[in-house]
């Protein structure tokens, strides 16, 4: 569920962009360590969500009212603000990363759980979403 395209890469690319713009181009090194902080940020949120033991027996999709989905413009501001005061390029870089992916996916995770609350968002079945038993393929 949390790597739904909906939003994540336009989320980071915004981030990206702004903080290039406010400290210039970074070099290959600088770009290279953006993209840790975002790696490091989706890690820790996976690690602490749990995500990473959940199974399906399908694809999961996003449907309905979370189809409306304008979190972008929300985290890039914040990922931003966040790491906008930081004065060395290459810490900046990486921080403004790790807060690109850490508030898009806590932010989307927030967006699902109030969807879901509202009845927006049906509940999984559990006849479709299941977790695969031991040694089951397909």
Not at 24 to 40: E, S, Y
Not at 77 to 83: G, H, Y
Request: contains cysteine; charged residues 10%.
């Amino acid at each position: 569920m949390l790597v739904v395209p909906q939003g994540f890469s336009l989320s980071v690319t915004g981030v990206f962009a702004i903080t290039a713009g406010h400290r210039g181009f970074p070099g290959p090194v600088v770009i290279w360590l953006f993209t840790v902080g975002a790696g490091l940020g989706f890690c820790c949120v996976t690690l602490a969500s749990g995500a990473h033991r959940e199974t399906s027996s399908r694809p999961v999709s996003i449907v309905g009212m979370a189809m409306m989905n304008l979190l972008p413009a929300v985290v890039v501001p914040e990922a931003c603000s966040a790491s906008w005061w930081i004065s060395d390029k290459a810490a900046c870089f990486l921080a403004a990363g790790a807060c690109a992916s850490v508030f898009y996916l806590t932010g989307l995770a927030a967006f699902i759980v109030i969807l879901h609350a509202g009845g927006d968002v049906p509940p999984f079945s559990a006849s479709t979403d299941a977790p695969r038993q031991e040694g089951q393929y397909g």
